[in-house]
């Protein structure tokens, strides 16, 4: 009888988690697309020449800039610490980690699919607003300190050129796009997303909605409970879209999840202690205070504008493509995410092997920003020139260096030159 009620349990989840995945798969393989077309379009350099003048401007144009990238909360950190490095002012940085995870286009894509039009532009207008806001006031503030821009720095794939200088061809961009999209994104959040799905899935299926209605119904106590939820903890802004969706169906207030995915994506741990060590303890107070503030506000407006029938009604009916597309699409996406897993098991153990080989004189660097043979071939010049370095081998598919040297050389001095070629490298202890 307990083997029976439990089979009926997983079965009825895994049944909710697929619904909302056939919901969401077509949206977010577009924008996954979409994401690799902005990769291959938007070379960082030219982004980040305009986000170190200007109080106002460049809080706005780094508010924008974020808009569409499809970063999550731990994705976009080090793009962000890389804007600052390379000149952008502590307002256009605050601005850009404010809207970039939280307005992804595969996040407003997926938003559209489970929460209908109204919440995805309001959604979108109020993250903006937070984040040139939040942007604003600490340039005006806060104490900055003047960066110089390093034109030369790059670790962007499409800005390589081929051995003879010539700059790569159509179909090279187009399949680095392809990379990007299907393999670089999904393994970034595949994990967040089907985690985001079951956990949708175990609401649907066992949370009453008495329950949800009781404790996040309307009242503001509800958005205060959801952003004391969001800010410690990391939230995949595309990956809590089916819990939102779930959640609103069982009785919580649109408001309370929009603060929810206001707040969650933009702050984490890891985030705010990265802005304490970039930008200052003054920096994180005014971030917090910000997205808390706007968040709730927000969050108030959209309850009063939030026709309860209407779009309440848009949110249960999800199927607006044909049956089989949503299938494909939902089958693709699962298929790309377990192919991820695997993929990163079998990495795992060739990592394993290759640190258990390593001898005396041998260190292993891991650089996960190498996604060309261009990118080999720089690593490769950069740490060939250095005197105490005998050979160097290097795996693209495992994004591992080897360095041989019979007088080892210091790790942190070769970890630098690879930061000075424009790759971002750590050595596994």
């Not at 595969?106 to 309001?122: E, R």
């Not at 979108?124 to 806060?142: D, E, K, P, Q, R």
């Not at 051995?163 to 595949?190: A, N």
Request: charged content about 15%; some cysteine.
């Amino acid at each position: 009888m307990k083997k029976e009620w439990t089979m009926t349990l997983i079965i009825g989840i895994l049944l909710e988690s697929w619904d909302l995945l056939e919901a969401m798969a077509p949206y977010i393989l577009f924008g996954f697309l979409f994401a690799g077309i902005l990769k291959i379009l938007l070379p960082e350099e030219k982004i980040v020449s305009h986000l170190g003048r200007g109080k106002i401007s460049s809080s706005i144009k780094a508010s924008l800039v974020g808009m569409p990238l499809p970063l999550c909360s731990c994705g976009v950190i080090p793009a962000a610490v890389t804007l600052r490095k390379q000149g952008a002012n502590k307002g256009a940085t605050l601005s850009f980690l404010i809207s970039t995870p939280t307005t992804g286009i595969d996040s407003i894509l997926a938003t559209y699919a489970l929460l209908g039009p109204i919440f995805t532009i309001f959604r979108v207008i109020a993250s903006i607003i937070t984040a040139v806001i939040c942007g604003i006031i600490a340039n005006f503030i806060l104490k900055d300190e003047k960066f110089s821009f390093n034109e030369k720095t790059s670790y962007l794939c499409e800005e390589c050129t081929l051995e003879d200088g010539i700059p790569y061809r159509m179909v090279d961009k187009i399949r680095f796009m392809i990379y990007y999209s299907f393999v670089q994104l999904i393994d970034d959040i595949g994990k967040w997303i089907l985690i985001g799905l079951i956990v949708g899935g175990i609401i649907s299926y066992i949370v009453p909605r008495e329950l949800i209605s009781t404790y996040l119904g309307s009242d503001w106590k509800a958005m205060i409970l959801m952003l004391l939820i969001g800010i410690p903890i990391y939230v995949c802004a595309t990956g809590s879209i089916p819990i939102v969706a779930v959640l609103m169906l069982k009785g919580m207030s649109p408001g309370a999840g929009l603060v929810f995915l206001l707040a969650g994506p933009a702050t984490n741990t890891v985030t705010l202690t990265v802005i304490t060590k970039e930008l200052g303890k003054g920096a994180v107070v005014l971030y917090l205070i910000s997205i808390s503030v706007a968040s709730i506000i927000s969050g108030m407006i959209l309850n009063a504008i939030w026709f309860q029938k209407e779009n309440m009604q848009y949110i249960q009916n999800t199927n607006f493509m044909p049956n089989w597309i949503n299938i494909s699409c939902a089958i693709i996406l699962l298929s790309l995410i377990l192919f991820s897993f695997i993929k990163k098991l079998y990495l795992n153990k060739i990592i394993t092997r290759d640190m258990e080989m390593t001898k005396e004189g041998e260190i292993i660097i891991n650089v996960p920003d190498m996604n060309c043979h261009h990118c080999v071939k720089s690593i490769q010049e950069t740490l060939n020139k250095l005197e105490n370095v005998e050979d160097v081998k290097i795996d693209l598919n495992t994004k591992k260096v080897k360095i041989f040297s019979k007088t080892m050389p210091d790790k942190d001095s070769l970890i630098k030159r690879i930061n000075a070629s424009g790759f971002k490298a750590y050595i596994e202890e």
